[in-house]
Nanobody
Framework: QVQLVESGGGLVQPGGSLRLSCVAS????????IGWFRQAPGKEREGISC????????AYAGSVKGRFTISRDHAKNTAYLQMNSLKPEDTAVYYC?????????????????????WGRGTQVTVSS
């Protein structure tokens, strides 16, 4: 059974950090680009970061660049999103998704096009 499961969300104070994980089961992430998306209350879902399988290159939306870092561990079939300097406006449900034979870039990071498998999301709340 193909599945993506996010974890690591929670409540954190402004300026704090969280690391999200995205574990894949039922398939290998080796041939997939991985994207992280988020949906804040009352807003549309937006792409914030992605990492390619071929060369490990990454891309970030302007809203998170310099604060968030995406990575992947092929051996663990897992992707991560390290989130630092969190702000209240980062509050959202965070999703990971995968796109086979897809090359993401800065110009495509916010798009959902090409992503086929999605996790159910993990809640991140940034509040004092």
């Amino acid at each position: 059974q193909v599945q993506l499961v996010e974890s690591g969300g929670g409540l954190v104070q402004p300026g704090g950090s969280l690391r999200l994980s995205c574990v894949a089961s039922g398939f290998s992430l080796d041939y997939y680009a991985i994207g992280w998306f988020r949906q804040a209350p009352g807003k549309e879902r937006e792409g914030i970061s992605c990492i390619n399988s071929a060369d490990g290159s990454t891309a970030y939306a302007g809203s998170v660049k310099g604060r968030f870092t995406i990575s992947r561990d092929h051996a663990k079939n897992t992707a991560y999103l390290q989130m630092n300097s969190l702000k209240p406006e980062d509050t959202a449900v965070y999703y990971c998704a995968t796109a086979r034979d897809y090359y993401c870039s800065d110009s495509k990071v916010e798009s959902e096009e090409g992503y086929d498998y999605w996790g159910r999301g993990t809640q991140v709340t940034v509040s004092s």
